[in-house]
Nanobody, 124 residues
Framework: QVQLVESGGGLVQAGGSLRLSCEAS????????MGWFRQAPGKEREFVAT????????DYADSVKGRFTITRDNVKNILYLQMNSLKPEDTAVYYC?????????????????WGQGTQVTVSS
């Protein structure tokens, strides 16, 4: 059974940091691009960050550029999202996903596997 399991979410004050992890099991995703998305209450799921299969190409939503960093460890089959300088508007459920492509991409339609999500709450 293929699974993506996120962890590392929680409650943090504005300006603080969190590191999310996404551990894959059931198959290796070392040949797939991976991404992070988020969904706030009452809003649609939105793209946050993506990384290509080798980990040497990344892309970010403008709202998180310069504050968030996506990385991956293909040996351990784990995806990370380092989030710094968090803002209340970053509050959302964060999902990791594995793409059907090797190139980094921001379209949810190009992601075939999704985790169950982890809650991030940033207080002001």
């Amino acid at each position: 059974q293929v699974q993506l399991v996120e962890s590392g979410g929680g409650l943090v004050q504005a300006g603080g940091s969190l590191r999310l992890s996404c551990e894959a099991s059931g198959r290796t995703f070392s040949s797939d691009a991976m991404g992070w998305f988020r969904q706030a209450p009452g809003k649609e799921r939105e793209f946050v960050a993506t990384i290509n299969w080798r980990g040497d190409s990344t892309d970010y939503a403008d709202s998180v550029k310069g504050r968030f960093t996506i990385t991956r460890d293909n040996v351990k089959n784990i995806l990370y999202l380092q989030m710094n300088s968090l803002k209340p508007e970053d509050t959302a459920v964060y999902y990791c996903a594995a793409s059907v492509l090797v190139q980094s991409n921001s379209s949810p339609a190009l992601y075939g596997y999704w985790g169950q999500g982890t809650q991030v709450t940033v207080s002001s």
